[in-house]
């Protein structure tokens, strides 16, 4: 069709411009000054789609035969670049200004076909991206029906549930009202039946009175007999028992002479003899000393175990069995025993010392070394305490406290700690 000339019906013109493209925003032509040839104009169409080449030819050579020996000064040619959604208004190209430059019409036909080739391009790219996104939604409404029919059929299950829940509650609920009444009838019957016992009982009661009434009287005096007698065996068992232990200590102190006089046999003997007699923690815990002296250890630490088991609160004894297991080579134990002992009585040096040396032979050297401080501030005149002390320095890398530990002890009177100091 012909392109007509109209004023331009947006807000004020765009300003002339040096770039290759500028925005119009409507297809329409627009000229409301004077042709300027030392300006770019622009051409404006109204409908871009049927504007020919036919047309931008006629327009361009009346140009050329009303300004002879100029050159071109201006071409504008809209051009719909893409096509949106047919719900949208259609919206407008860049506006190409050629401006100052000779333009054969055929070189103008090729660039309209490279400008339709462009629009038809992203028009495909603008139809992809429209089915893409009906596909979308397609699928976001799929997702949407598939959800809201879960939902539905959840709340139908839900409801279900509910409604088995509620029955199965009120048949439980009938079922224990049925079990009350059952329980209430028979709860009725017994008592009938204590009630008719009881008079039947109390009737018997009347008639058996006087019998009864002998018959505890010779049960009390039975039951005095016995309780005296009862009472004569407790004496007399009480009586044994005392001789016993009194037997019992006699042994014991006659072992504890022996033990102390380095007599480990006797003093086992007299031991067991005690033990037979009464036993006792303290017994045991002799025969312990007796059997670990001989170097029996295994019936030592059995006498051990029997006299912690009679007496745990005596420290002596767990440290003794400390000896033992560690000598057996159960140092987890023997470690324990000395924690036990060190818990129960903490003013004892001989225990802190005992659970610094088995700290040492596992290479816990700080920790060895804490509780052998601690042996020494317990008992400072002891040499070995400062010996074990100077070897766990020397462990740790510290030889200036070490020699001081080992003349500490030399000292004391320690006299293996000279061989440390050569």
């Not at 033990?275 to 000393?289: E, I, K, T, V």
């Amino acid at each position: 069709m012909q392109a007509t000339l109209r004023p331009y019906t947006r807000a004020a013109p765009p300003p002339a411009r040096t770039s290759e493209h500028q925005w119009c925003g409507n297809l329409a032509l627009w000229r409301e000054r004077p042709l300027n040839l030392k300006e770019p104009a622009t051409l404006q169409c109204k409908d871009s789609v049927n504007f020919s080449l036919t047309t931008m030819s006629r327009y361009l050579t009346c140009l050329l035969e009303g300004v002879a020996g100029a050159t071109i000064c201006f071409a504008v040619v809209w051009i719909q670049l893409h096509l949106p959604p047919a719900e949208a208004p259609l919206p407008l190209p860049s506006v190409f200004v050629i401006r100052n430059e000779d333009v054969s019409p055929a070189a103008l036909r090729a660039r309209l076909a490279k400008l339709e080739e462009e629009r038809l391009a992203r028009l495909e790219v603008e139809r992809a991206r429209e089915q893409a996104r009906r596909q979308t939604e397609a699928r976001a409404e799929e997702l949407r029906r598939v959800r809201q029919a879960q939902e539905a059929a959840a709340r139908e299950q839900a409801r279900r549930e509910a409604e088995a829940r509620a029955e199965q509650d009120r048949r439980t609920r009938e079922a224990r009202e049925a079990t009350l009444d059952r329980a209430r009838r028979e709860a009725e019957a017994k008592a009938e039946s204590v009630r008719r016992a009881r008079i039947d009982r109390m009737a018997q009661l009347r008639r058996t009175q006087e019998e009864q009434t002998a018959q505890e009287q010779i049960q009390r005096e039975t039951r005095a007999l016995a309780e005296k007698q009862r009472l004569e065996q407790d004496a007399q068992a009480r009586e044994r028992a005392a001789e016993r232990s009194l037997r019992a200590r006699e042994h014991y102190n006659v072992g504890v002479r022996n033990y102390n006089n380095d007599n480990w046999d006797s003093a086992i003997d007299e031991a067991s003899r005690a033990l037979d007699l009464a036993p006792s923690a303290a017994s045991y815990y002799l025969r312990g000393l007796a059997y670990s002296q001989k170097r029996n250890d295994r019936a030592a630490l059995a006498d051990l175990h029997r006299a912690i088991e009679l007496d745990s609160e005596k420290p002596a004894y767990y440290h003794q069995r400390a000896i033992v297991s560690n000598r057996m080579g159960d140092q987890d134990r023997a470690l324990a025993d000395e924690t036990r002992a060190i818990d129960l009585d903490a003013s004892k040096a001989v225990y802190w010392v005992s659970r610094g040396v088995l700290k040492y032979n596992k290479r816990a050297y700080s920790e060895a070394l804490a509780d052998e401080t601690r042996a020494i501030a317990l008992e400072p005149s002891n040499g070995r305490y400062y010996y074990l002390r100077g070897l766990t320095h020397r462990a740790l890398g510290d030889r200036t406290a070490a020699q001081s530990d080992f003349q500490a002890a030399l000292s004391l009177g320690y006299a293996e700690a000279e061989r440390e100091l050569r």
